[in-house]
């Protein structure tokens, strides 16, 4: 992921030449190959971005609500052409700047005098990677601007800074409302990092907990579609509830239906219940249509007897008696 840089370098024994009459600062630099807290630029990387500093914009000082605010039109001093790569050195240009911008005479005398003074900061995107304790930049994605700095030394290398200027910087006060992503990019891409690393866990979290309950929702789900298909009352249900059928599934099984691994495992378990339940069913059918014998004491029904038949009659009418 291409992160947000900020590289400052200066003019210091660079030889520059000036036309006035144009307006064109010939020869100054814009990038080298290694930054004061031991960060590098290969070659290759910065012979890639001859064509992204070609026609960038310069500006005069930091934008002052971070680097990709959009600049003033007063800000704005001229652009960069005729970028070349410098074997062992890093890249150099031309500085196409107007010469009736009210610093143009302050930056034709630093150019001539004080070189040092002639100092850039550039919004850059690159891919970065790591040596052991170096900082590699293997690519620069965009050129964003090229800040021209008021003071140089308290922008020095990619995000670095002098002890003094560290000291003033965190003396001053925080403009809370300056404060945005791409300003901690810059400044503090380790703070950003752990942020996003928290984020993107709690997101895991979130995420598998949902999982979680699309799978529990599916097979429980799955679960009532098999009950039903064999025709098996389901706990809780109304239907099934108010009816005289004793309760052919409990919760009890229905949560080891659950717990069941396989789809195969879980057709078989409700199948055997399903059989278990049938059987029941017909003994319980078996056992309302079936007459009980019924039966007297023998002997109490030869005492009951009369003593003798007169007639049919009578024979009819005893049969009948020891019937009731």
Known sequence: MAQLLQEYVNSRGVTMSVD?????????KLIGLESRNGRRYRESTLAAAVALYEEAKV?????????LTPRDYQDRLGVIRSVELRAGDGLFGDLHFNPKHALAEQLLWDAGHNPHNVGFSHNVLARLSREGETTIVEEITKVQSVDLVADPATTEGLFE??????????????RWDALTLEVLQ?????????MQAVEVEQL??????SLTQTATLQRKQRVFELLCEHQLSIPGDRDSSNSTTPQSVSPLFVELLMNVADEESLETLIAERAELVRAA??????AAGYSVPFS??????????PAALASAQDFAAMLKSSRN
């Open 20 to 28: 006035r009459e144009v307006g064109i600062l010939r020869g100054v």
């Open 186 to 194: 810059l400044h503090r891409p380790d703070l950003l990092a752990e």
């Open 281 to 286: 069913s017909r003994r319980r059918d078996m």
């Open 161 to 174: 800074q002098s002890a003094v200027s560290k000291k003033a910087a965190n003396n001053d006060k925080l």
């Open 204 to 209: 895991q979290k979130q995420l598998d907990e």
């Open 59 to 67: 500006n005069v000082n930091h934008p002052k609500e971070g680097p």
């Open 296 to 305: 007297r004491d023998q002997t109490l029904v030869a005492d009951s007897r």
